[in-house]
């Protein structure tokens, strides 16, 4: 089960936002809410929970860098703030080639996993959430290093809006990404459908808009699994296609979620384990 907070706009402490989860398992806030003006876009949605995030970021601290349209805001910010100089000395960690250049773009210092094995926080958008906050992700083509990552920080924090919340992953009808290799990617592709034939699922594989086969950062294909009834297991369904030789990475991030931050009309909430 999760916490729900519910606050104001203003900014929050660290301690608040992104407790400790070995010394605040139940951590409960009760705050006023400020309604959001339902005139604003989802864009304007994902930049208020992105903006929420980088306001717990302090000077020094190591950063993982997300991928995708969420995620893109709080590295805008990041820049922001580094320009103004209200945070010096941070150091990121992107984990995309486009998220590498917008940092770069900002001034944002950067690094590699290899030289900072420890990170302190990583920020990162999600394309499903469900209530024990697991995730899918993986649709900007980034699951492997965001996985990689994202599973080195001492905190993972999720900037959502509220379209992104689900009963059960897969609940969306959206693509559940899994990233396989070239060599016989049909042969994966018909062992996926096969895999989850109670769910319903279509298993395809992405194309760029000139109809050729997507390569990601690591040269890999995707295959996207479109389920009609939500994943019934997703330990088990992790396990199983991480069994499959020549699957790379999937887009299930299970226990990982440190916070979720989440911007709807009702205002901006936050939801820890």
């Known amino acids: 089960m999760s916490a729900t907070a519910s606050f104001s706009l203003s900014s929050l402490s660290s301690s608040t936002l992104f407790p400790n989860p070995r010394h605040h398992n139940n951590l409960r ?14 864009d304007d949605l994902k930049r208020l929970a992105a903006e929420k995030a980088v306001s717990s970021v302090r000077s ?5 860098l997300g991928t995708g349209s969420t995620a893109a805001f709080a590295v805008a910010k990041l820049g922001a703030l580094l320009q103004s100089g209200e945070l010096t000395d941070i150091v990121g960690i992107p984990t995309s080639k486009r998220t590498e250049e917008q940092a770069l773009g900002l001034g944002i210092p950067l690094s590699v996993l290899d030289d900072h094995p420890r990170i302190d926080l990583a920020i990162d958008g999600a394309d499903e959430v469900d209530p024990d906050l ?3 992700k993986g649709r900007g083509g980034a699951l492997l ?5 994202e599973a080195a920080s001492k905190e993972f924090v999720v900037i959502v809006d509220e379209s992104k919340l689900v009963d059960g992953l897969g609940g969306s009808r959206l693509a559940m990404p899994v990233e396989v ?24 594989l992405r194309l760029t808009d000139d109809g050729k ?8 294909y995707i295959v996207d699994l479109y389920f009609k009834t939500p994943i019934k ?3 088990a369904a992790g396990k199983e296609i991480s069994s499959f030789e020549g699957v790379v990475e999937h887009g299930l991030f299970l226990n990982m979620a440190t916070s979720v931050i989440i911007a709807g009309k009702d205002g901006v909430s936050v939801k820890t384990k």
Request: charged content about 25%; some cysteine; glycine content about 6%.
């Open 60 to 64: 020094g601290m190591v950063l993982g």
């Open 213 to 220: 086969p997507y390569v990601t950062d690591n040269f890999n």
């Open 134 to 136: 697991n995730l899918v």
């Open 145 to 149: 290093r965001e996985k990689m990552v």
């Open 29 to 42: 806030l009760r705050r006023n809410c400020i309604p959001i003006r339902s005139s604003l876009s989802q």
């Open 233 to 235: 297991d997703g330990p």
């Open 181 to 204: 290799v070239q060599f016989c990617w049909k042969y994966n592709l018909i062992r996926l459908q096969e895999l989850f034939k109670d769910e319903g699922c279509e298993a395809k």
